[in-house]
């Protein structure tokens, strides 16, 4: 688990403008950088990697419209 | 006292809605058409009112307080709309909630408690194919599937257990349905979703036909997860509702979707 991470995520799916202002200031959160790019650049399966909650990058792909098979790695049927 | 009149269990993934066109594949027909026997079923049964044991995927409850095994009360709640399930209001069973709540403390049970909590698609998905008009009063119960540290399967048979003692305490007579909801294996927001482990599914349905909770009890959480993925962990709300009664379950449906990337289970979980 990470905890910081998770809360930062389900921030961002209950209010994805914070992914903008996130882009530009790094600071006040608990997170690492790396963590924030991530986040920014919507890479689920870098932020799976962290150890982000699964439920919460379901959450994040469906506000973001991310297919979250496709991002998380697998193979799908072109 | 008050009367188990049956008791379900039912997948309950939003892509049963928002991904089926009717005619567009057998399978998610043969699934829909379980969905609507149920329907007809509990139409026949009239119960009073509902006691849906399912799993919230961390919409209504979050870190700052995270149940194990929460009772909703009050009078009404409203899904999130969360999934592609549309939103409802639903009443909710609150005098009937708050004897649970009651009886489960005074047995030594440590439930959680949230008065009118908002529902997501783990009980949305499932109410909506089996009772539409949501007029049925519901018990909403949440049972944590998704986050560690897992209750023991040991401990979801102890509720449920105490959920048939309970009712059968409650002192007016109301006819009441259980229902679970979840499972069965599926991986969810994990590089192996769209995996099924079928063997696991129809092992886990030849020990709900035969009545074999010990079997079920006996499982590790860990290798659940393993076998049946994070999002199998739900079959603990099966094994909850599974103990509240007694004698052989029966499927009613098993179609593994990989659309929809589930084994989808619809069984009745017990004689009486």
Redesign the interface.
Known sequence: MNLELDQLISSVAREPALLDEMALATFGTRVSESEIRMLVAKDLAGLRSKGAHPLLLMQFAGVFEIEPMRALGRQLPS | MAEVVAGYGVSHTAMTIRKYELGADAAQDRVHAAFARVRGEITALDPDLIVMVSSD???SF??ESFPQICVGLGSQSTGWG??GVASRDVPIAGDFAAHLLSFGIAAGFDLSWSVEPKLDHGFMSPLTLLRPEMDIPLVPIFQNA???PLPPFRRCAEFGRLLRTAINARPTHERVLLLAGGGLSHW???????DINVEFDRWFLGRVEAGDIDSLTELEVDTVGVEAG?GGQEIRNWITVMAAGSGPGLTLSYEPVPQW?TGMAIARLFER
């Open positions: 995927h961390l919409k979050f870190y969360d999934a998704s986050t560690e969810v927001g994990t590089p192996e979703m769209g994070n990337a």
